[in-house]
């Protein structure tokens, strides 16, 4: 090991260490940061948006912009893949372990088990509501359903089900679904991302849980679009 | 504080801009160009509109989802943040109208997803600009990293390394940052950069409180390129392409050091922040130390472009100064000089990928004689390198000269030999540039043509360097001072 | 240092893991190793937040009608959701790291730093 | 108990963590990266975190080993340290 590195390595060890005393013990629920704000999100997130969970609350209600920057981060990566690896490949010049002589177990098993993925994906994101899921893990499974049938299917009949020339737009899609429902309530006088303005004839916490459902689709579009667009520039991008 | 619709529209600018770019080209490549153009200036529009409405009436905020301050995330602008958000899109509009010629011919193949990613950068840095939150500018200096690592890797055949060695250290730099709001956030158990601001004077003993400090510090300088984390910065501006180098260099290096100034000075408060743990001085001669590195690195150099990068490297290292003297002069100096230096630094890096991809030079000796065969293009360049040097009446000058009476004022005279230094320095590597330009005679050469929507751009960034320095006292006392932290702004006098 | 260290097991824990990452990114002379660095280093600095949260004896973040809406009774949500926002994060950065490392391989043919420095200057 | 069993996948990540960065085949490399991956979502889930556990056990585990396979296959197998 290089010198630099070691000093590296040391100095963020002693740092790192420095910081212990002014930390909380660990599991301690009096702890600074379990207070405040977080308090405030436990006792009133169900009131607010009718929706149990907390986590699903705060990061598609209270720190929904935060979220919106991140959709923008997956939409950026997508975009980046491609600047860097654009032109994708011209049939037939797709990387061999894309192409190679389908695999009749794996074949079997994987028609079997895509349905299944598919529909906990769509169950993931609509029950993210009260259970643990949402946008993000129900794209990303969506996502690895149609990587899963890239790799085992084959090219033509996974490109029949997905086509690469998709996936883009239905990142840019899936990022417009979510500004246009934030643009709603702007539009009708509130703020940016304000549901319980938006004109629909419904109390304000259930107003919010439409809200909620509404930018989870936007984000779950965006991820899986994104991320196989992705996939699909890494494996044939750039030659 | 009064609410306003402004800042969110600023980043729905460039949002709606990148979405329509991605999904509009699938049709009509063509119409990449436009689009962005529609995007910047809009989003230029209401920055100045957003300028004029702080100065009328203080700082401004949105409210994103009508959730009031620590619950919810809030766009906060102040007259600081109004004056670099200008600098941003006003930079952005004028690389924006150069960029059409010069992606024609550098990257034709990839002139849509080229502009939509430059959207994207700029609502990364527009969004660290606006947001009041910490985390959220956590998400937004990714936002733009990713953005620039990608335009970046569009340059040369070394780009694609010198991307991923920015790439790896951005990285550590932001995953540093994100520490150090964590230690801040389990101390106080906000994200809000207002509410921490109050809560924080109580634990001011804490230790975790200055190893926080310590790691945002280290994150944001890796971003800015401070002594000695400078090293990917020289290789990511020299390899990439024209356009990326000549909207990347002046303003992502610029809008880190602005969030150094908010985290320091309006989240921490200077005195918190240097308390024990002398953040603010180290920052300081670290800083001088770059300025000496970059002026003789730049001076080492023949490749014209590699020496701007290098200059960049001194050039970021004044502001970093003035914020670590904490003095309010020096500040007010560090603030100046981030509209200086974006706007010299932009005209040099637009006449270098000019030079480049009309004649295709790069080295001191490609540049003889050329003043006369470009002497637009070549007059605006003049009238930026004297700012560089920092020779009166050029807006280069008045900044270092707030510098040096900032540092004066905090009697730190090793500083003040520094900055001097430096000067003569940056005049020795221009001048040795400006002589071959001017005084060898015109190359026999045949050169492509060099469009007017190029050349303006190059004029209208020369005259301002200009127009900047004689009106500075305008911006000194209408817009810096009012608002810098902690009331200091009264005490300049 | 020992008394003050012992509550706080798995914050040392995470120290660890970041040093290993750490270690990855600017030790290891492969560029992928030191994608994994960077990996493992991000994953190291979201597990210090989750560990943060953590509550003894807390639910987990899930309104619960026999909890109540009784703060104590649940595991802090905030690290949580603003963890979910880095795990993307640092899919995305792994994402374009993956991209360009594809290009440098076709542009210099190796992805090993001494070899592709050799390679950077016979190239032009 | 719990504090055992949190002990015992903080051991498993780290050993995951240190062979992900040891061995010399980059496969190999990749596949204890995502059972690194996999087993620091565990520990997500056992300190409640069970939102974070999910992402990072189909996007930390699942996308970025696949992608690291993808690009594995297109450069090369093998690293020098």
């Known amino acids: 090991m290089r010198v630099p590195t070691l000093a590296v390595l040391l100095a963020t060890l002693v740092v790192m260490l420095a910081a212990a005393p002014g930390l909380a013990p660990f599991g301690d629920p009096t702890a600074p940061a379990s207070g405040h704000v977080a308090g405030h999100y436990l006792e009133h997130a169900y009131h607010d948006a009718h929706t149990p969970n907390v986590v699903t609350v705060m990061i598609a209600d209270y720190r929904s912009f935060d979220t919106l920057g991140e959709t923008m981060v997956v939409f950026a990566a997508g975009l980046a893949?491609?600047?860097?690896?654009?032109?994708?490949?011209?049939?037939?010049?797709?990387?061999?372990?894309?192409?190679?002589?389908?695999?009749?177990?794996?074949?079997?098993?994987?028609?079997?088990?895509?349905?299944?993925?598919?529909?906990?994906?769509?169950?993931?994101?609509?029950?993210?509501?009260?259970?643990?899921?949402?946008?993000?893990?129900?794209?990303?499974?969506?996502?690895?359903?149609?990587?899963?049938?890239?790799?085992?299917?084959?090219?033509?009949?996974?490109?029949?089900?997905?086509?690469?020339?998709?996936?883009?737009?239905?990142?840019?899609?899936?990022?417009?679904?979510?500004?246009?429902?934030?643009?709603?309530?702007?539009?009708?006088?509130?703020?940016?991302?304000?549901?319980?303005?938006?004109?629909?004839?419904?109390?304000?916490?259930?107003?919010?849980?439409?809200?909620?459902?509404?930018?989870?689709?936007?984000?779950?579009?965006?991820?899986?679009?994104?991320?196989?667009?992705?996939?699909?520039?890494?494996?044939?991008?750039?030659? | 504080m009064a609410e306003s619709a402004l800042p969110i529209l600023?980043?729905?600018?460039?949002?709606?801009?990148?979405?329509?770019?991605?999904?509009?080209?699938?049709?009509?490549?063509?119409?990449?160009?436009?689009?962005?153009?529609?995007?910047?200036?809009?989003?230029?529009?209401?920055?100045?509109?957003?300028?004029?409405?702080?100065?009328?009436?203080?700082?401004?905020?949105?409210?994103?989802?009508?959730?009031?301050?620590?619950?919810?995330?809030?766009?906060?602008?102040?007259?600081?943040?109004?004056?670099?958000?200008?600098?941003?899109?006003?930079?952005?509009?004028?690389?924006?109208?150069?960029?059409?010629?010069?992606?024609?011919?550098?990257?034709?193949?990839?002139?849509?997803?080229?502009?939509?990613?430059?959207?994207?950068?700029?609502?990364?840095?527009?969004?660290?600009?606006?947001?009041?939150?910490?985390?959220?500018?956590?998400?937004?200096?990714?936002?733009?990293?990713?953005?620039?690592?990608?335009?970046?890797?569009?340059?040369?055949?070394?780009?694609?390394?010198?991307?991923?060695?920015?790439?790896?250290?951005?990285?550590?730099?932001?995953?540093?940052?994100?520490?150090?709001?964590?230690?801040?956030?389990?101390?106080?158990?906000?994200?809000?950069?207002?509410?921490?601001?109050?809560?924080?004077?109580?634990?001011?003993?804490?230790?975790?409180?200055?190893?926080?400090?310590?790691?945002?510090?280290?994150?944001?300088?890796?971003?800015?390129?401070?002594?000695?984390?400078?090293?990917?910065?020289a290789d990511a501006y020299t390899h990439a392409s024209t356009t990326t180098t000549a909207i990347v260099a002046p303003i992502m290096t610029k809008v880190s050091a602005y969030t150094l100034i908010r985290v320091l000075g309006f989240v921490y408060g200077f005195d918190l922040a240097s308390g024990r743990l002398p953040i603010g001085t180290a920052l300081a001669w670290l800083s001088a130390a770059?300025?000496?590195?970059?002026?003789?690195?730049?001076?080492?150099?023949?490749?014209?472009?590699?020496?701007?990068?290098?200059?960049?490297?001194?050039?970021?290292?004044?502001?970093?100064?003035?914020?670590?003297?904490?003095?309010?002069?020096?500040?007010?100096?560090?603030?100046?000089?981030?509209?200086?230096?974006?706007?010299?630094?932009?005209?040099?890096?637009?006449?270098?990928?000019?030079?480049?991809?009309?004649?295709?030079?790069?080295?001191?000796?490609?540049?003889?004689?050329?003043?006369?065969?470009?002497?637009?293009?070549?007059?605006?360049?003049t009238l930026a390198a004297l700012a560089m040097i920092g020779i009166p009446p050029t807006g280069g000058f008045f900044s270092k000269w707030y510098l040096t009476v900032g540092a004066l004022e905090a009697g730190a005279g090793g500083l003040v030999v520094v900055l001097v230094g430096s000067g003569l320095l940056t005049a020795g590597y221009m001048f040795r540039l400006l002589e071959r330009v001017w005084a060898r005679p015109a190359p026999e050469m045949v050169m492509r043509p060099v469009g007017a929507a190029a050349i303006a751009p190059i004029v209208v960034l020369g005259i301002a360097v200009v127009v900047f320095g004689v009106i500075n006292t305008w911006f000194v006392t209408r817009v810096i001072m009012p608002s810098l932290p902690g009331g200091m702004g009264g005490g300049v006098g | 240092m020992i008394e003050t260290l012992v509550p706080r097991w798995p914050y040392v824990c995470t120290v660890v893991l970041m040093l290993v990452g750490l270690y990855g990114m600017l030790g290891k002379q492969n560029l992928v190793k030191k994608l994994i660095g960077l990996n493992v280093f991000q994953t190291a600095i979201i597990l210090f937040f989750i560990v943060q949260a953590y509550k003894t004896g807390a639910s987990v973040p899930i309104w619960d009608a026999r909890l109540g809406a009784v703060a104590d009774a649940y595991v802090n949500p905030i690290p949580h959701g603003l963890m979910l926002t880095a795990i993307v994060v640092s899919v995305a950065i792994t994402g374009v790291a993956l991209a360009l490392l594809i290009r440098i391989h076709r542009n210099f043919g190796t992805l090993d730093e001494p070899e592709l420095l050799d390679a950077m200057k016979r190239s032009p | 108990m719990i504090d055992l069993l949190i002990a015992g996948l903080f051991v498993f990540a780290g050993v995951a963590a240190v062979v992900a960065l040891v061995v010399r085949d980059l496969l190999a490399a990749s596949v204890a990266l995502s059972t690194f991956s996999f087993i620091v979502a565990l520990l997500y889930v056992v300190m409640g975190a069970v939102d974070v556990g999910f992402n990072e056990a189909v996007l930390g585990a699942g996308v970025t080993g696949t992608l690291f396979v993808v690009a594995i296959f297109r450069t090369r197998r093998g690293s020098m340290d």
Request: hydrophobic fraction near 55%; aromatic fraction near 10%; proline fraction near 4%.
């Open chain 2, 290 to 381: 770059g300025i000496v590195v970059g002026s003789v690195m730049a001076l080492a150099q023949t490749d014209v472009k590699r020496m701007l990068a290098y200059s960049s490297v001194a050039q970021v290292s004044y502001i970093g100064l003035g914020i670590g003297l904490a003095q309010p002069w020096a500040l007010v100096g560090a603030v100046l000089h981030v509209l200086n230096h974006a706007t010299m630094k932009c005209c040099l890096f637009l006449v270098t990928g000019t030079v480049q991809l009309a004649t295709g030079g790069r080295t001191l000796d490609d540049y003889a004689g050329l003043g006369r065969r470009m002497p637009w293009t070549f007059g605006a360049f």
């Open chain 2, 10 to 233: 600023i980043l729905l600018c460039f949002m709606g801009g990148a979405v329509a770019v991605v999904l509009a080209t699938l049709r009509r490549p063509a119409a990449a160009w436009p689009i962005t153009m529609v995007a910047i200036a809009a989003a230029f529009g209401f920055s100045l509109r957003l300028l004029a409405t702080v100065l009328d009436g203080g700082a401004v905020r949105h409210r994103l989802g009508g959730w009031a301050a620590p619950i919810g995330i809030e766009l906060v602008v102040d007259g600081l943040g109004a004056f670099v958000i200008c600098v941003v899109t006003g930079i952005a509009l004028l690389v924006g109208c150069y960029a059409r010629w010069a992606v024609r011919r550098e990257i034709p193949e990839r002139e849509s997803t080229f502009f939509a990613m430059v959207l994207v950068l700029l609502l990364g840095l527009s969004g660290i600009v606006l947001t009041g939150d910490l985390f959220n500018l956590y998400v937004f200096f990714e936002i733009s990293s990713l953005a620039a690592y990608a335009l970046i890797a569009v340059g040369d055949k070394r780009a694609v390394v010198a991307s991923f060695r920015y790439l790896v250290l951005g990285t550590l730099g932001a995953s540093f940052y994100l520490l150090g709001i964590g230690f801040l956030y389990t101390l106080t158990g906000t994200l809000n950069m207002a509410d921490a601001a109050t809560l924080l004077p109580e634990l001011a003993a804490n230790p975790t409180l200055r190893v926080s400090v310590a790691m945002i510090v280290t994150g944001v300088g890796l971003k800015m390129a401070i002594f000695p984390m400078q090293g990917w910065l």
């Open chain 1, 81 to 239: 893949c491609a600047l860097m690896l654009l032109p994708r490949g011209r049939r037939g010049r797709v990387p061999r372990f894309l192409h190679r002589k389908v695999n009749l177990i794996a074949e079997v098993i994987v028609r079997i088990m895509l349905p299944a993925v598919q529909i906990f994906a769509f169950y993931v994101i609509f029950h993210g509501h009260y259970s643990p899921g949402g946008g993000f893990q129900g794209g990303a499974l969506l996502a690895a359903s149609i990587l899963l049938g890239r790799i085992v299917l084959g090219r033509s009949r996974s490109q029949a089900a997905f086509p690469t020339a998709l996936g883009r737009p239905l990142g840019a899609i899936g990022f417009a679904v979510f500004a246009g429902i934030g643009l709603v309530g702007f539009a009708a006088g509130g703020a940016f991302l304000q549901y319980d303005r938006m004109p629909f004839a419904l109390p304000p916490d259930m107003l919010r849980n439409w809200g909620i459902l509404g930018i989870e689709l936007g984000v779950a579009m965006a991820v899986m679009g994104t991320l196989v667009s992705i996939f699909d520039d890494l494996s044939v991008g750039g030659r």
